[in-house]
């Protein structure tokens, strides 16, 4: 089977063209940061955030476990948080969701799916922000119930 030297010329763009295609994406998924531990830098879990509000309310034996909703909780003898206290997030569920909330934002459920640098950056602002807002409500909430 002979080709024209049309159909070669033609042939030969369409190569060249995707070839440019292939090393503008190349390029783009190098500009990425590894998606494994894109908030590390921010993540609540990795602050003292939650302790440092809950101790100024004077809830140091909280730790890290957030006020549940009804304020009232128990320690055993030993001065553990009881089991009754399972349905009340941790710090590291705390990631989990807000991380879920910003990803949700940018149409992924994982890391790898911000498809850009700039996303990625976008995405740890949008982290930062949201976890301000639920420290602010938080404290806030606080304030109310320990008057």
């Known amino acids: 089977m002979e080709i024209s030297e049309k159909e070669f010329i ?3 763009s369409e190569i060249n063209r995707l070839t440019r295609m292939t090393d503008a994406l ?3 998924e190098m500009e990425k940061v590894p998606a494994v531990g894109l908030f590390k830098g921010v993540a609540i879990n990795n602050t003292y955030e939650v302790e440092t509000v809950n101790a100024q309310h004077g809830h140091r034996d909280l730790d890290r476990y957030v006020l549940p909703a009804n304020q009232y909780y128990r320690l055993d003898n030993r001065g553990y948080i009881r089991s009754d206290m399972k349905d009340v997030p941790m710090t590291h ?5 807000l991380r879920s909330l910003t990803l949700a934002a940018f149409g992924t459920k994982k890391n790898i799916g911000l498809q850009t640098r700039q996303d990625q950056d976008e995405a740890v602002k949008l982290y930062q922000t ?3 807002v639920w420290i602010e409500a938080y404290r806030e909430r606080l304030d109310r119930v320990t008057e």
């Open 93 to 97: 569920e705390l990631h989990d969701m």
């Open 26 to 28: 190349v390029a783009v």
């Open 130 to 132: 949201l976890r301000m």
């Open 10 to 12: 033609q042939m030969k």
